[in-house]
Structure formats: structure tokens, C-alpha cells
């Protein structure tokens, strides 16, 4: 069969088109930006990438159209495919139908931290023998791909509660019936379709509904959010992490890079790990109770992370250049840039961090996190915010009451400029962004050459 995906460098769809091709179909897809590291991904596993969507990508007809959500009508692929009556699909609905049927589904849901756990959880399945297949939106060190369909029953899916496509706006989540499901955490996002909270929880209610009652529901016992959606009806068991939770952990160092798991008030085992940030050690004890869920023993969990080498983009370590260490974090929106400084700031103790960030998430561009922005970068030493021209709001005016000295810059060359000023030798520089920030990495790193 041969299936066309519209919006394939998303970092969901990029993954369903890996899982298409294992399955022996014929992918091939097109997008507005090819940038790595999905369209290296594809283009290694020999799926064709085309640039923009002409309806001539779709000619001659595929036997289905795979449509992403970040597609809408007045789309000319879209247009053809409605005008042609070509087959159409949501990603979700497919991965649903072809992949997740009669599998055990182990779903990774909340604001913060989905791709992380997933990982995680992954990999602890994969080093206890399981095998499990997976499809996570970033591609996880310790397998070097995003999705693959995996020899048992297993399944780990990173659970999104984005909307599905134009025609569904359910959040993907609700289509994939988990068996095991951890919501990591609960706040407001996603301001391009979702105007408040609480229809967010809704959305998170549907996928509680979905999970039967011999299932398993994990979320941390601090996040009142969460409450409120369990509160709404739960018919699962639920355990709890975090302070005052069932599984808990106690700190050997201040960064979280070493920890006890505790479960039921017995310690379980030791994780030592290069991770760092309160954030990962809360995906860890989340992880390891979904991995329990399955008959995966918590002390061969806690050996399993000690192994585990984190996702490309989140705090991955790009470059050293003259003693200078450059990072490139996925953080898109002010919890997750607080959260991955204070893991940092933790680690490396008084020496000096410049964050570089581009708010270019669809709640970012919105101006729905403005008022947490200038806060959020205090463990830095100083930040670096992008300001493009079509960004639509006064970047500078938020950020100006900053704890942090800060710059506001409209260019890239602008950015190196002042980075390649202010970088001492020892200086760590933490670049946030949930794109490709027009390949800056890579750019620093000779500049600072």
C-alpha cells in the first residue's frame, strides 16, 4: 500500500511514517520544514521527503493520505485530497487501527516531560527483555529512532493531548485505549485550540474513561489538576508519586542525578544516572510504577535507568568549543525552561549559565505564557531571547522586570554576537526551542571556533 503523510517531520508523524514502513508499506510525505532530526531519521530509513504541499506530491493518487494536525483547510494538499475524494486519515486513528490493536498500551500523558518518560519507559522494558514497541516524539539515545513496532505485546506511546487533525479535534490521546497510563503533570498550553484549563482536564478526563478497570493510572500526588480530573470519575486503580505519594524518592545529590526509590516506604533501589532536575527524578519514580504495572521489578528498573541516556534536545550536550558547552533543550514553556535550569544550576553550581530561548511553540507565539517568561530563567546568569519580527507581541516590554541580566535580539547573527562576548571559558550556554532555530547550534559552535 502506498501512504502519503502531509506534515511528516512532526515529531509524531515522522515516527507513525517509521512504523508505516516497518510494516512493509510504501511512505513517502511531504512538509513545509525538513529539518533534522526527523527528516535524517526518514531519509535513512529510505522514505521520500518532499518540500511544501504541492498537490502534485499526491498525483499519482496514494492509496491513503496520513493528515497531520498542524494541516488545516485552505491547505492546497488538503484541498486536493477533499476535491480528489483521496482516502484520508488522522495520524492517531491510524496508529490506532494498525498498530495499538490487541496490544498492551503503556501511554505517557501531561503538559511536561511525555517524550522523557516514554523513553524511560522504554528503555526500562527493553533491558528487562520485553522488547516493547514505541512511537515517542524525539528520539531517545539508548535506540537511536523515534518508533519501532516491537516483538511482544508491549507498546509505549507518548500520549499527546494536541487535537487530532482538522477534522477531529479530539487530543490524540483518546484514541489509543492505554492500559497503563501516567499523567506526569497538568497546566495550561496549547492557547491555539484550548482556551482555559479546565478544557484541557476535560480532554485528560476523556482518556481516563478509556482505561479499564485492571488497568493502571499513575500520577504524582501533588498536582491539583490532576485531582480534579480523577475527581471527575476514575474507575482504574491509581498510584501516586511525589511527596506523600506511594512511590517516592529520597536525593543522594542535590541535582538528581543520584536517588533512592522508595515504594510503600521500602527502598527499592538506587538510581545513578547523568541526568539531573527534580523534574527527571519525578519521570523516573512515574516510569518505574508503569514498568511495575507490567511485571518489571523496581530494583531492575532503577539498574535499567542507570543505563539510560535521555532524548536528543532535552539537555543534550551539542558541542565544547574552547571550553565553552553549548545544549540544545526542547523547553516550550516557562516551567519546562525553570525546570531544566534548575537541574543545570544544580550541576555545575556557581559557574556561569547563559540561556539563549525562542518562543516558538503555538502558545508561546500567542503570547499565552508571557507572564511566567521573565521568572523563569532566574537560575540563569543572564538570557538571550529571540525576537523575530513577525513574533506579534512586545517580547522585550515582558522580559524587561527579569531577575537575570537579559538582551532581546531580532536576529540569529545578533545572538552570536553577544554570546561570543559574554562566553568565558567554563560558561555553560543552554539554547531552548522547539524547533530548529534556524540550525543556531551548529552556527555558535564555529563562531565560538
Known sequence: MHIHILGICGTFMGSLAVLAKALGHRVTGSDANVYPPMSTQLEAQGIELMQGYDPAHLEPAPDLVVIGNALSRGNPAVEHVLNRGLPYVSGPQWLADHVLQGRWVLAAAG?????????????????????????????????????????????????????????????????????????????????DIFPDLAAIERQFHHLVRTVPGQGLIIHPQSEEALKRVIDMGCWT????????????????????????????????????????????????????????????????????????????????????????????????HPTAIATTLDGLRKRVGDTPIIAVIEPRSNSMKLGAHREGLAESVALAD????????????????????????????????????????????????????????????????????
Not at 126 to 153: K, Y
Not at 165 to 180: C, G, L, N
Not at 260 to 281: C, K, M, P, S
Not at 434 to 439: A, E, L, R, V
Request: aromatic share 8%.
Open 111 to 191: 503538559t511536561h516531560g511525555k517524550t522523557t518518560t516514554s523513553s524511560m519507559l522504554a528503555w526500562v522494558l527493553e533491558h528487562a527483555g520485553m522488547s516493547p514497541g514505541f512511537l515517542i516524539g524525539g528520539v531517545p539515545q539508548n535506540f537511536g529512532i523515534s518508533a519501532r513496532l516491537g516483538g511482544t505485546p508491549f507498546f509505549v506511546v507518548e500520549a499527546d493531548e494536541y487535537d487530532s487533525a482538522f477534522f477531529d479535534k479530539r487530543s490524540k490521546f483518546v484514541h489509543y485505549r492505554p492500559r497503563t497510563v501516567i499523567l506526569n503533570n497538568l497546566e495550561f498550553d496549547h492557547a
Open 382 to 449: 543572564q538570557a538571550i531571547w529571540y525576537a523575530p519580527a513577525n513574533l506579534g507581541w512586545d517580547l522585550a516590554a515582558t522580559v524587561a522586570g527579569s531577575p537575570v541580566a537579559t538582551t532581546v535580539c531580532d536576529s540569529l547573527e545578533a545572538i552570536i554576537a553577544k554570546v561570543k562576548t559574554d562566553a568565558a571559558p567554563g560558561t555553560q550556554v543552554v539554547i531552548m526551542s522547539n524547533g530548529g532555530f534556524g540550525g543556531l547550534h551548529g552556527k555558535l559552535a564555529e563562531a565560538l571556533a
Open 237 to 332: 486503580p491509581v498510584q501516586t508519586t511525589g511527596d506523600g505519594g506511594q512511590w517516592q524518592a529520597n536525593l543522594l545529590s542535590a541535582d538528581g542525578s543520584r536517588f533512592e526509590v522508595i515504594f510503600d516506604g521500602a527502598v527499592q533501589g538506587v538510581v545513578d544516572w547523568a541526568l539531573t532536575g527534580r523534574h527527571n527524578v519525578d519521570n523516573a519514580l512515574a516510569t518505574l510504577a508503569a514498568a511495575r504495572h507490567v511485571g518489571v521489578l523496581p530494583k531492575q528498573g532503577a539498574e535499567a535507568l542507570s543505563a539510560f541516556k535521555s532524548v536528543k534536545r532535552r539537555m543534550e550536550k551539542v558541542a565544547e568549543v574552547n571550553g565553552v558547552t553549548l545544549y540544545d533543550d526542547f523547553a516550550h
